[in-house]
């Protein structure tokens, strides 16, 4: 089954920071607008951010100054750097293309716990 693979999540105090990697085939990758999405447990799953084939990205609110998007189109990654990380950032996350009709069947996750 063609998908994307995250990775990198895990268990941080308020405030810490983490870095997640998405990684897929170059076929999934190369020229699509890639999201970061999450889902927490009983809520709906959101779009954290999106980053462009070119580079150029965009946040979500709850997010914006905090998270990073960042991309290497040489080896078919997008990467998320969070910082100063809140409980209420606890979820799953999740990379796909942002388009909706172009997206993928979702990926495991990987899970992010932010508790002291």
Do not use: H
């Not at 870095?19 to 999450?38: D, E, I, K, N």
């Not at 999740?94 to 002291?116: A, E, H, P």
Request: hydrophobic share 30%.
């Amino acid at each position: 089954q063609v998908q994307f693979v995250e990775s990198g999540g895990g268990l941080v105090q308020p405030g810490g920071s983490l870095r997640l990697s998405c990684a897929a085939s170059g076929r999934l990758f190369r020229g699509y607008t890639v999201g970061w999405y999450r889902q927490a447990p009983g809520k709906q799953r959101e779009l954290v951010g999106s980053i462009t084939n070119g580079g150029s990205t965009e946040y979500a609110g709850s997010v914006k100054g905090r998270f990073t998007i960042s991309r290497d189109n040489a080896n078919n990654t997008v990467d998320l750097q969070m910082n100063s990380l809140k409980p209420e950032d606890t979820a799953v996350y999740y990379c796909n293309r942002r388009t909706l009709t172009l997206q993928v069947s979702w990926g495991q996750g990987t899970q992010v716990t932010v508790s002291s």
